[in-house]
Structure formats: C-alpha cells, structure tokens
C-alpha cells in the first residue's frame, strides 16, 4: 500500500522540552522522514528576533548598487560564494527566474596544494561593504549559527526516529567542524508570461535544508508520491525542513528526499524572499559505500511507503565519488550555465572546462 500527502505537517519543537510529549514529536518526525521528505518546525530555539533581522535584510541586499554586486560576484570565489545575476542558473535546461547571494559557516580555508580540488569547496565567504550595508554580516553570520545548531540537534532527533545511536551521523560530518552553505534569494515578478519557473523541480543534494521563508508569498510547492504539486506556504514562526539526497542515500533511502519547485510571484505581486540554509557533509568519503545498518522494523516502514513518483535528477554520483566531488560537479553545472568563463574561472574551476 502506497502512503501519500496532500499537505506539509507541522512539528512543535517545544513538544521536545516535556518528557510527556517528546514521544509525540519523535514519531511525527519519523512519519516525515520516511512519508514526505519536507516538514515545518516552529517554536524552535532561534531567537526570532534574530530572525527578524535577516527578513528585514534580505531586500536590502539586492536594493544594493549594481557595482557592489558586481564587485562580490560568485565568479569571484573558489568557494562558490557570492552574488548570482538574475537568470544565472538553469534547472532541467529551463532559467529559473531568481537572483541569490550565497555565503558559508564561518570558515578558514584549509585547502593545501596537492589536496583534491573539491577542497577548495570550503573557504571564506564574500560580504558587501560594510559602509552600504551596516550590520548585514553580523546579522546573518548570528542567524546561521543558531540554525547550525538547530540542524545539529535534529540529525540526533532523526537517529532516535530512525531507531539508531545518537551519534550515527557524525561519520558523515567533518570531525574538524563542516562549513555548511546558505543562501537569500529573490524572486521578482516575471516581467511577461514567458515562464514562471522560479527555481524548477530539484533535489537537495546535502543532509538537511533549513528553509525560511522570508515574505509571505505562496510559491514553494512539494511532489507528493502521486507526483501533484502540494504547496508549502509560508506559516509565520516556522522554517521548512527538507531532506538532501545524501541523507536519503546513508539512511537507504529511508528518510526521503522530495522534489520540490517554486513558482514566481504572481503579476501585480511583489518579489519573494527566502534564505535556504544547507548542512553539507565531509568531503572525502564515498558515502553510498557507507551507508547505515537500520533496523529491521524501520526498514519495514519504507516498504510499506511504496513507490515514489519524481521527476527530478538523481545524486547516483553518491555511490562512485567522495561526496566533495558530487557537491563540486554540482557547483561546476552551475558555473558553466551561469556564465561565459573568463580565464581566471577556468584557473580556478578548471573541472569546468
Ligand atoms: O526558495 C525556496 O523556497 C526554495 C529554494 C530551494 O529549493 C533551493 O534553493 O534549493
Ligand atoms: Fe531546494
């Protein structure tokens, strides 16, 4: 029998703080994990006026001078950091309608000549001055810490869902601390009816993505297992929380990573916001050659799931290369459609040629 969706359920983090209903909250999560793939958390420790902050601050950011984007462009970091033009990145061969400006964990690089060249993933951020955007670092740099930790504590909730040592997921991380990614991105109003492909059908390749969204514009929309569209709207206090292939693949497929898209704002509308935050995983490992043992009744719970309906691009790639190498063939994709290469690109992305 085939388990389906019709919506996003909710979770209540604080059902955590009370051993009387932290039962409740640990077997609705392991109903999401193994039977949707997205859910949304609220009443979680992130201080919501940190959260406030960075909502008030992502449109400031693309409001910023054309130069000082410019000056910041992606193109300009060995750490696939920085500013993404409108139009810059292409989903299924179709442009999805967005602009964004990723960044990192704090991060000192650590990548020695000789190293394999997906280690240059991990490195510094790029920030806008300081002068035209006061206090925007800090203020981001304070949020991904908390949604770090936030995303920590919930790989230990997911081992206890899944019937596993609390610790089972540390192989997967970094022993000397991950760098993980975010990103704001802005999806304007389509200026004519050519598309409204904000960012088409996608997996996430990590272990978790934290979600805010950060304005309150329907858009973001989830495939369920008969492969309709459920939406996933913005509900005021939450973050959505999604599962990344490489979580999906250690976990044998038990916790599943859903496809998901957003559809531009509608006309007449204004430009959505929101900041995905992506936990990534260590760098070297073949992490499909290192799968989890999980037990036999949490096995009997995917079966039970059925089959799944997607339309999406796998991460196969898990199985054969370290997982830096599958995070680096998936910046290069990004770099080679998003711009002409310049020499210096080629220097410094040379698997992108
Ligand atoms: O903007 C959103 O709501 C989702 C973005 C997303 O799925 C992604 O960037 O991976
Ligand atoms: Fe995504």
């Known amino acids: 029998m085939a388990t389906n969706f019709s919506s996003v359920p909710i979770l209540d983090y604080s059902l955590l703080s009370d051993s009387a209903t932290r039962p409740k909250f640990i077997s609705d999560l392991q109903n999401a994990l193994i039977n949707v793939g997205f859910f949304y958390i609220s009443r979680t420790p992130v201080v919501p006026e940190d959260v406030e902050a960075v909502i008030r601050d992502a449109p400031k950011f ?21 500013y993404s033009r409108f139009g810059a990145e ?3 061969g179709k442009v999805d309608q967005r602009e964004q400006f990723d960044f990192g964990t704090l991060y000192e690089e650590s990548y020695r000549p000789g190293d394999p060249e997906y280690r ?11 002068k035209l955007l006061p206090g925007f ?21 997911i081992a206890e869902a899944l019937h596993l040592p609390s610790n089972a997921f540390s192989r997967f991380r970094e022993p000397g601390g991950n760098q993980n990614r975010a990103k704001v991105v802005k999806y304007p109003v389509p200026e004519d009816d050519s598309s409204d492909q904000g960012v088409g059908p996608h997996f996430d390749g990590g272990f978790l993505t934290l979600l805010l969204q950060a304005s309150l514009h329907r858009g973001l929309q989830v495939q369920n297992r008969a492969g309709e569209w459920i939406d996933a709207p913005p509900i005021p206090g939450t973050f959505v929380v999604n599962i990344g292939k490489a979580l999906e693949t250690v976990t044998q497929g038990v916790a599943i990573a859903t496809s998901h898209r957003v559809i531009s704002p509608a006309k007449g509308s204004t430009p959505r916001y929101s900041i995905p935050f992506f936990q990534m995983i260590t760098q070297d490992l073949i992490i499909g050659k290192a799968v989890l043992d999980i037990p036999p009744e949490i096995l009997a719970l ?34 080679v459609c998003s711009s002409v290469l310049t020499r210096w690109d080629r220097v410094n992305h040379p698997t992108a040629v």
């Open 62 to 82: 693309f409001d910023l001078p054309a130069e000082e984007k410019e000056r910041i462009r992606m193109i300009h970091s060995p750490h696939f950091f920085g």
């Open 90 to 92: 292409l989903t299924k």
């Open 120 to 130: 240059k993933l991990w490195g510094p951020s790029q920030w806008p001055d300081e």
């Open 137 to 157: 670092k800090d203020t981001y740099v304070r949020y991904v810490q908390q949604v770090n930790k936030l995303g920590d504590e919930l790989l230990t909730l």
């Open 302 to 335: 995917k079966e039970a799931r059925g089959k799944v309906a997607s339309d999406s691009v796998n991460y196969a790639e898990y199985n054969e290369l370290p997982a830096g190498q599958v995070a680096l063939i998936g910046r290069v994709k990004y770099v």
